[in-house]
């Protein structure tokens, strides 16, 4: 049948098959990969049940003992309900689901994108290829999944309406602003760049190439309503405040992985800097750097370089720019019509569906892992022994801890109430590296729980204060007997 088809209908045919493939491909090795301890998940997800049983948003911190009466303001407050309504539903399995289907979203964003600068299919495809790798960095179930989507939209539409003058788009960047500040606060970076391509028809003037097609006066518009948009939000300008507050933590920047500078040792690292060094290459080679690609790619080069978390900010535009100078070769490869994106998008779903369904991705499966990483057992300990706090704990669990124990934490993901100098002397005290015997907040620890192979873990072990109570592969669980109730010290009798 294949073979009666017109030599372009088997093209289509088998051009359609091979993007579900690469649609589907990053999805896949996700889900044969995926790992359900993320630490952030839990807190995200004990804040949208607060929101639901509230019908309010927190002004001040519910969850830890730090925290209490002071301001805190859950800025991805809209996606956190709409995963824990996903987590009613169906349990484990939807953090697994938003994720992986977010992963093929932004793969079909990316190659859409990379299309519309570059007629030929084989490279719009490798250049698909290679940002996803990079973007593989992000595969958890975390708000910075839809930033990514976002800001994807948000280059696409400016690009496009650059390099023809089209304005239609445009009037949809202020919407996106909308949501985009309901999800995530790092829409600034969004605004940023956004404020570079209104203020390119002026650098212009004095900037050697032209390029931008747009007049100055819708472009300033659209900037001003996207400013006011993302005022639309439960915080107001204060949202500016905390999006400040989170890029003015030099200690968290050194102490959190993610958020650490780029060593360069990983695959992923390393074809990031090859794609900004052709981008650059391709740039210069054309002769032509405009204003908006020198401004964004010098900005992005260096937030990106200084943090990992922020890879997405110089990947997604770098393929862009990469895309829009290198040579056009139609020969016969045309652009699959624009409905086909999304359809394509959906048969990759599918195939994702099936692959769940065939590596047993299931709540059984996800519970049992999650058992494994994260102190899920000590926590039924905890509960049954009715031990009374305060709680002293890691960074990395207490978010979890804030999900299942209910009981104020210690510290948990959350940096941004917690300071340079806290999380600094919490990971000194675990890591045994601080005068951990006279910490006051370790001393006036009811329950005390981290890791099984954390140095602090080994000497409390010889600390007459504390008396171990639970124990496995994952969590040791000590309690100051002097500060729990009665009702538990009579069982600790027994």
């Known amino acids: ?135 593989s960095h992000y595969f958890a179930p975390r708000p910075w999944l839809c930033t990514i989507l976002i800001f994807i939209f948000e280059i696409d539409i400016l690009m496009h309406a650059r390099r023809t003058g089209d304005r239609r788009g445009l009037f949809l960047l202020p919407p996106l602003f909308i ?78 992985q993610e958020m650490t500078s780029l060593s360069f040792r990983t695959q992923s690292e390393f074809v990031l800097l090859f794609l900004t060094l052709f981008c650059v290459g391709a740039l210069a080679w054309s002769r032509r750097i405009p204003f908006f690609e020198f401004a964004v790619l010098g900005v992005a080069i260096i937030v990106s370089f200084h943090s990992g978390r922020e890879l997405y900010l110089l990947t997604v535009p770098a393929v862009a720019f990469l895309a829009s100078v290198l040579p056009a070769t139609e020969k016969g490869l045309g652009k699959p019509p624009a409905f086909a994106i999304p359809l394509i998008a959906a048969a990759s779903g599918v195939v994702l569906w099936c692959t769940a369904f065939y590596l047993h991705v299931n709540n059984e499966r996800i519970g049992r892992d999650l058992a494994n990483q ?30 299942d124990l209910r009981m104020p934490v210690g510290i948990d993901g959350r940096a941004v109430i917690y300071g340079d100098e806290r999380l600094a002397r919490s990971m000194a005290i675990w890591s045994a590296n601080s005068p951990w015997t006279a910490d006051p907040d370790l001393s006036a620890a009811g329950i005390v729980i981290g890791a099984a192979r954390l140095p602090l873990v080994q000497l409390l072990r010889l600390d007459p204060r504390f008396r171990l109570v639970y124990e496995d592969q994952v969590a040791v669980v000590f309690i100051q007997p002097k500060l729990q109730a009665p009702a538990a010290q009579a069982s600790l009798a027994q």
Do not use: C
């Open 179 to 256: 949501l985009w500040a309901n999800i995530h606060v790092e829409f600034v970076a969004g605004l940023l760049f956004l404020g570079f391509a209104a203020a390119e028809p002026l650098a212009e003037r004095w900037w050697p190439q032209k390029h931008s097609k747009l007049p100055p006066l819708t472009l300033w518009l659209v900037f001003a309503a996207s400013v006011v948009a993302s005022l639309i939000n439960p915080f107001g300008w204060r949202i500016y405040q905390i999006a400040y507050q989170l890029t003015n933590m030099p200690g968290a920047a050194n102490l959190i």
């Open 374 to 403: 994260l102190p899920v057992r000590a926590v039924e300990a905890i509960k049954n022994g009715h031990y009374r706090g305060p709680l002293f704990n890691t960074y990395d669990w207490g978010g979890y801890l804030i999900w």
């Open 1 to 135: 049948m294949l073979l009666r088809l017109t030599a372009e209908r088997r093209f289509r045919i088998l051009q359609a098959l091979l993007l579900t493939a690469v649609f589907a491909l990053p999805g896949i090795l996700y889900l044969r990969a995926f790992s359900p301890g993320d630490p952030d998940l839990w807190w995200h997800l004990r804040t949208g049940e607060w929101i639901v049983q509230h019908h309010a948003i927190p002004r001040t911190d519910p969850f830890s003992a730090y925290g209490a009466g002071k301001f805190w303001a859950p800025y991805s407050w809209l996606l956190e309900v709409f995963l824990f309504r996903l987590f009613q539903k169906w349990g484990l399995v939807s953090s697994i689901a938003y994720t992986a289907g977010m992963i093929t979203a932004i793969t079909a964003a990316l190659y859409r994108m990379i299309r519309r600068q570059l007629s030929d299919f084989v490279l719009a495809v490798l250049l698909t290829a290679a940002a996803m790798d990079v973007l």
